[in-house]
């Protein structure tokens, strides 16, 4: 299982928990997996991570407690992410597409990790920090898509007038929302790529009773898989 909710309120962007609430299932198997297998499929997705990556080492983690998650669940973590990579190939994904879907889990997480702040030359736009340059790298790699045309997306915007387009920069707090609208965008994707297989297998019988995935409204800002 895993939620993730990118609700932005107030201030708070990013995945946030509720009291109580249970969530990041599938981020804290990833995590778990990696630090008992360094070579295993998690640990190559979670890259550049290096050495033993925690729950503080993703921004987007720092608001949840894998302690929830045990709570909730019988197995160890690692042990999750192999039942759940399991329900995956049952739903028809081959082991090349259930590592992509690891890597894209993982970029949502290295999403998290571009931090903006502001730009050096004291104007109110926004600038990616040093420390964004490798998470950057690996979101750019992962979705497939330039390094510098997520920064342009994150970092300016362009509004056509009487035949010219003006550019304007982004603040630190728009910067914040594109950052945290583009990680809700792929993970809301996964989570209708995932539903659309979970139909078609459903159509042609029923799924394999230890492999059923709890679904939500995708709508719902806490999405669950």
């Keep these: 299982m895993v ?4 609700k932005n309120r107030g201030r708070e962007r990013g995945p946030r928990r509720g ?4 969530k990041f299932h599938l981020f804290y198997q990833i995590l778990s997996s990696a630090r008992a297998d360094g070579d295993g499929p998690a640990a190559a997705a979670l890259a550049p991570a290096e050495g033993h990556p925690s729950e503080a080492s993703f921004a987007y983690l720092q608001h949840g407690s894998p302690a929830d998650m045990a709570a909730h669940a019988p197995m160890a973590s690692a042990e999750q992410l192999a039942h759940t990579m399991r329900c995956v190939r049952s739903l028809g994904f081959d082991d090349a597409e259930a590592a992509r879907l690891l890597q894209l889990l993982a970029a949502v997480l290295h999403l998290g990790n571009l931090v903006l702040v502001p730009a050096a030359d004291g104007s109110d736009g926004a600038e990616l920090a040093p420390s964004a340059r490798a998470p950057l790298t690996f979101c750019a790699s992962a979705l497939r898509v330039p390094s510098d045309r997520i920064q342009v997306s994150l970092l300016t915007s362009a509004t056509a007038v009487a035949g010219e387009t003006i550019v304007r920069r982004a603040t630190v707090a728009q910067a914040e929302d594109r950052r945290d609208a583009l990680a809700k965008a792929v993970f809301t994707r996964l989570f209708a ?4 297989r979970l139909n078609e297998t459903i159509s042609r019988g029923p799924p394999q ?3 059923l995935l709890y679904t939500s409204d995708a709508a719902d800002d806490s999405l669950r898989v």
Excluded: F, K, Q, W
């Design 193 to 196: 790529l995932v539903i659309a």
């Design 19 to 22: 009291a109580g609430e249970a």
């Design 3 to 6: 939620a993730v909710s990118l």
């Design 209 to 211: 009773p230890a492999c």
